[in-house]
């Protein structure tokens, strides 16, 4: 992508390779640093699994294109996601054979069809008709590789800023509002180490309820890796109905307290402040 979008500049800018372009640089610059704000360990180890980056019509495309189990930066991400996500040992050296096969296009990764399927197929698609032969990795690879494009993150974000810096409260400065929102994410983050987190009433109460059964499975931890900090879902998962009309607290711990304890401050000083103005 990056030497298209210089052939462009330099096409418009009516220059040669070997000349040097100012809005070029700039323009690099900024896509440098998104790419590497979205290289993630999860990112590195789907675009490792994706099977199109290991066909021929792929790699020829482009002069000294590398399929992914040859590329260093690559490599170590997806060797530093696979131990985060599976952590026995054992499994982990199951899961390692299966990609070199998946990687070398042995055994039945190395048929006519799989080999000739991997630029034709769509990259879920070819998972299912043939990644048979290494479960885990297939369970994986339809999880990283079945994760539809979305702006979520920024919109929890924005949402969680909104909840902050509301049109009430807009004298905040911008610091504060961005720090206030570090610890509002963070305090969320924090209260899934309370035992009361993984059972009881109040089991996974920020994604889902009951809709989760358990952590047991590695690739199954994936599962949760898109979280909802939206704070509707909070109140609804904090507060129920008990069926008689009664409103019954379900989590109340002291990261909870301190969030509103915050909420509340800044409310109050807030209209302090506007009295004083008035």
Sequence with gaps: MI???????????????????????????ILIDRWTKSSTLLHCTAHSLNPRYYSKEWLNAVSGRVSPHKDVELSEERNKCLRRYFPDVEERRLVNQEFARFSGGLDAFGSFDSLEDRWVLDSKAWWLVHGYSAPILQNLALKLLGQPCSSSCCERNWSTYSFIHSMRRNKISPKRAEDLVFVHTNLHLLSRNDADYKQGESKLWDIGGDAFDSFDNGAGVLEIASLSLDEPTMETMLFTDDGDGNVMLLHWNLECKLVFFLYFVECFLFDVCNILID
């Design 3 to 29: 030497e298209k979008v210089k052939g462009a500049i330099y096409r418009f800018e009516r220059k040669q390779g070997n000349e040097t372009s100012t809005f070029y640089d700039v323009v690099y610059n």
